[in-house]
């Protein structure tokens, strides 16, 4: 019995070994049958770009073949692709164009994403402190977006003034009447003015007085004058009277009568000095009716003249107005820029030579003065300018051109210039 019970139980662990085998064999086939099926499953495919979605199943997936199928080009976007589930993402990013307007240019710039920072340094404009931009440096770039530069100069110069000195008179009673000495030689002073210029992108926008101090105080000339009486001398005593003397006497009244009609010559003489004055009175008034006569050409009307002491309204050629406080004559000169010597191509203001400032002695029109310029007969007009520059006579305006040609033509000019308010 012993030998056919183990010869049983050998026969049932073949028969088991056998059956395990088979089971692992079929447990591999089924896998491998599972994973052939799965890898034969497609894979959906969604492509985002912009608002728009797109979906397709592709047996064997690529990003290529999902972009060549919907007609993306190799060019003009970039796109990031991401798994969730049994899906793949494909996001499209585009470029934003973007219109960067500087230094008197307009550039065009496409990124893909970015601030505006980053647009200004992809394109290497460099601002300074004072400049201004159309859009927040750090918002974030969009398709179309404009942004524009703008260019602010701020500017301080310093203009010398000399400064008159005053004169006192004190009375001296050791001194006799109609003389005079200088006790102390008067000297003028110095004033110094601060101005502030801004110019946006090239161009003056606004010109304005600081401070105003003095460097160096005038001295005072100090005269004096005598009040001391000179003592006359004493009459000689009168000659006896006689017969012969009486007819001298007499004859002596005759002269004293032509002298006396001497004395009314000479009266007459001053009066004659008195009508030469009242002459020059009469001259001083015939120029001043020049002057008003010039205005009352130049503008055409009466009323304006008349309002040449208290202001008025001035319509340009242009039709823009402007108020003004006083009109002035002046004798118009021109100047342009200096090739020679380019440190004269900056005016006392600290702001570059340029139409619309102009030059103008201090006495004449202080720095600073807004004007409006034109001819004093109709015949040419200059338009709006700033006193921003010194170094002239009294009573001349010096008006910046373009060029030489445009300065000889000119010329010298009688103008009509409006102190605006």
Same mark, same amino acid.
């Given at each position: ?243 012969? !003397? %009486?007819?001298? *006497? =007499? &004859?002596?009244?005759?002269?004293? $009568?032509?002298? /006396?009609?001497? +004395?009314?010559? @000479? #009266? ?12 020059? !009175? %009469?001259?001083? *008034? =015939? &120029?001043?009716?020049?002057?008003? $006569?010039?205005? /009352?050409?130049? +503008?055409?009307? @009466? #009323? ?12 340009? !050629? %242009?039709?823009?107005?402007? &108020? ?98």
């Amino acid at each position: 019995m012993a030998p056919m019970a183990a010869e049983k139980r050998k026969k049932l662990s073949r028969i088991a070994y056998a059956a395990g085998i088979g089971l692992c064999a079929g447990a591999v086939l089924f896998f491998s049958l599972s994973s052939s099926k799965t890898s034969e499953e497609p894979t959906v495919c969604t492509v985002i770009d912009g608002d728009t979605f797109r979906t397709v199943e592709m047996k064997k997936y690529s990003a290529r073949a999902v972009l060549d199928k919907f007609g993306y080009g190799d060019g003009g976007y970039t796109y990031t692709e991401s798994t969730d589930g049994d899906g793949v993402t494909l996001l499209i990013t585009r470029p934003r164009v973007v219109q960067v307007q500087y230094d008197g240019s307009t550039s065009f710039l496409s990124l893909y994403d970015g601030t505006v920072a980053d647009a200004l340094a992809a394109l290497d404009i460099t601002l300074s402190p004072s400049d201004s931009v159309s859009q927040p440096l750090d918002a974030e770039v969009s398709d179309g977006m404009c942004i524009t530069v703008t260019r602010i100069k701020v500017a301080y110069s310093a203009v010398e003034y000399e400064t008159e000195f005053e004169t006192t008179f004190i009375a001296n009673d050791s001194m006799y009447e109609g003389t005079s000495a200088v006790v102390t030689e008067g000297a003028t002073g110095t004033e110094v003015t601060v101005y502030k210029s801004v110019t946006v992108d090239g161009t003056l926008e606004s010109f304005s007085k600081v401070s105003r101090t003095t460097a160096v105080a005038p001295t005072t000339q100090v005269i004096e004058y005598g009040t001391k009486v000179k003592e006359q001398p004493k009459p000689a005593a009168a000659p006896s009277k006689s017969p012969a !003397s %009486s007819g001298t *006497s =007499s &004859s002596s009244g005759g002269k004293s $009568g032509s002298g /006396s009609s001497g +004395s009314s010559s @000479s #009266s007459g003489g001053s009066s004659s000095k008195g009508s030469s004055s009242g002459s020059s !009175s %009469s001259g001083g *008034s =015939s &120029s001043g009716s020049s002057g008003t $006569g010039k205005s /009352s050409y130049a +503008s055409g009307s @009466s #009323s304006e003249v008349s309002q040449n002491d208290t202001g008025g309204v001035i319509t340009t !050629s %242009s039709g823009k107005t402007y &108020s003004y406080s006083k009109v002035v004559n002046l004798t118009a000169t021109a100047y342009s820029y200096d090739y020679q010597r380019p440190a004269y191509n900056t005016t006392a203001s600290g702001v570059p030579v340029q139409v619309g400032v102009v030059a103008c002695n201090p006495s004449t029109l202080p720095m600073g003065t807004k004007v409006y310029i034109v001819s004093a007969y109709g015949s040419w007009e200059y338009g709006y300018a700033v006193v921003g520059d010194t170094g002239c006579r009294a009573g001349i305006i010096d008006l910046f051109m373009e060029s030489e040609d445009e300065c000889n033509v000119f010329g010298v000019r009688d103008a009509l210039v409006y102190i605006l308010d």
